[in-house]
């Protein structure tokens, strides 16, 4: 549970910068924006789960005893991957951005220098 519901909120988060940049945004304002948007919907997410296993986190109810260990194991897994997702996608998205396109100019930049002009061709 705890897996998909990061998996989801990152690739939502990135989904909105990518489109982002594809009207024109550098990839920190394309990740900013896509935090901002994605902000909301992510809290009301992970405090749904959150508030839905908190009974059992708390030991409540009877033979509740048993259930408290996973149920801190959830409350706090939740947690750390808001963390992680609001925190940790945003920096890698704009490293890894970065890193893609410095490869797509020095790539660009090869292909320049190998392929001959057309009158050095014929000559």
Same mark, same amino acid.
């Given at each position: 549970?705890?897996?998909?519901? *990061?998996?989801?909120? !990152?690739?939502?988060?990135?989904? #909105?910068?990518? &489109?982002?940049? @594809?009207?024109?945004?550098?990839?920190? &304002?394309?990740?900013?924006?896509?935090?901002? *948007? @994605? #902000?909301?919907?992510?809290?009301?997410?992970?405090?749904?789960?959150?508030?839905?296993?908190?009974?059992?986190?708390?030991?409540?109810?009877?033979?509740?005893?048993?259930?408290?260990?996973? !149920?801190?194991?959830?409350?706090? !897994?939740?947690? *750390?991957?808001?963390?992680?997702?609001?925190?940790?996608?945003? *920096?890698?998205?704009?490293?890894? &951005?970065?890193?893609?396109?410095?490869?797509?100019?020095?790539?660009?930049?090869? &292909?320049?220098?190998?392929?001959?002009?057309?009158?050095?061709?014929?000559?």
């Amino acid at each position: 549970m705890l897996v998909g519901l *990061v998996k989801k909120n !990152g690739i939502m988060m990135v989904d #909105f910068a990518v &489109e982002a940049q @594809r009207h024109g945004k550098t990839p920190v &304002e394309a990740i900013h924006e896509a935090c901002l *948007v @994605r #902000f909301r919907p992510i809290m009301m997410t992970t405090m749904a789960a959150l508030v839905g296993t908190l009974p059992i986190a708390l030991g409540l109810g009877a033979g509740a005893e048993s259930r408290r260990p996973l !149920g801190l194991a959830v409350v706090g !897994g939740l947690v *750390v991957s808001q963390l992680l997702t609001l925190y940790i996608t945003p *920096v890698y998205y704009v490293y890894i &951005e970065g890193l893609r396109l410095r490869l797509a100019r020095r790539r660009a930049s090869r &292909e320049q220098h190998q392929i001959p002009s057309t009158a050095e061709a014929t000559s």
